[in-house]
């Protein structure tokens, strides 16, 4: 797209690129649930993983069928009757994000067990892999991204979208269909960790998250009731922080690693 650039004091012709916002409405059983606003791509994992994260699904298995269409994603439960306007239990609140979300009342977060061990040199090495794969976050600076690896930091899938819930909601939707055990990955993201975010991946089972940037206190409040290990403000020597005013490099490397200490191995 075309605009109008001011660099040293003098206004100039440019091209920038313009990410995409797709507005997907999600119709269960023939309601009408939610209308999302999304990147375009992985449309059947999101929802997916927006059903699952909302506790509106327990396991992929109750999902009956799925057609993703240009308008719209239609999707009908083995259980015809868990979302019908009758028995319709949900909830909605502002979150964090500024959008509407739909909760299911019998959303349930069990305590995450697991005896997986993560090395530090691992998460700093899954957040450099992140920055390098994420293209549309490097070019735009106007996405959030965020990936699932291994213990080994080996990437098992990484996300670019417009909203960092959008992120995990893909993320989570290609490991169930993939049957990927969570339990044994962790996850990285660029985005704060709020409670809608830190209950999304409780939900999962993943028992680390690292992020390059902040927590809230009811995202710890979440990661302690779980067990979930929150790491933030993740800094590898070298990378390149933005901000409002000038560009930063880390001289030395760092992570504040607010709950879940055991987990993380510091040799």
Not at 203 to 221: N, Y
């Amino acid at each position: 797209m075309e605009c109008r650039k001011l660099a040293g004091g003098k206004f100039s012709g440019a091209e920038v690129s313009v990410v995409i916002e797709k507005e997907l409405p999600v119709l269960v059983n023939g309601e009408h649930l939610i209308t999302a606003s999304i990147a375009p791509g992985m449309e059947r994992e999101f929802v997916t993983g927006y059903l699952f994260g909302q506790g509106f699904i327990n396991a992929l298995e109750e999902l009956a069928s799925m057609e993703i269409e240009d308008k719209a994603a239609k999707v009908t439960l083995k259980d015809t009757a868990r979302l019908s306007p009758g028995n319709m239990k949900t909830n909605y609140r502002i979150v964090s994000g500024g959008g509407r979300t739909a909760y299911s009342d019998e959303t349930v977060l069990t305590e995450i067990k697991t005896r997986l061990k993560i090395g530090k040199k691992e998460i700093f090495r899954a957040m450099n892999t992140l920055f390098e794969k994420a293209d549309m976050y490097r070019e735009t600076e106007g996405v959030h991204a965020a990936g699932l690896f291994t213990a080994e930091a080996k990437p098992a899938c990484i996300v670019e979208d417009i909203g960092r819930h959008n992120t995990l909601d893909k993320l989570i939707g290609y490991g169930l269909i993939n049957n990927i055990d969570f339990g044994n990955t962790f996850l990285v993201s660029t985005g704060r960790m709020a409670s809608e975010m830190a209950t999304k991946i409780c939900r999962a089972g993943i028992p680390v998250v690292a992020t390059k940037t902040a927590v809230t206190d009811k995202g710890l409040e979440i990661g302690r009731t779980c067990g979930l290990t929150i790491i933030g403000f993740v800094r590898d020597t070298g990378t390149r922080i933005h901000t409002d005013m000038e560009v930063r490099v880390t001289a030395e490397a760092g992570m504040k690693i607010y709950t879940g200490a055991e987990r993380i191995l510091c040799e």
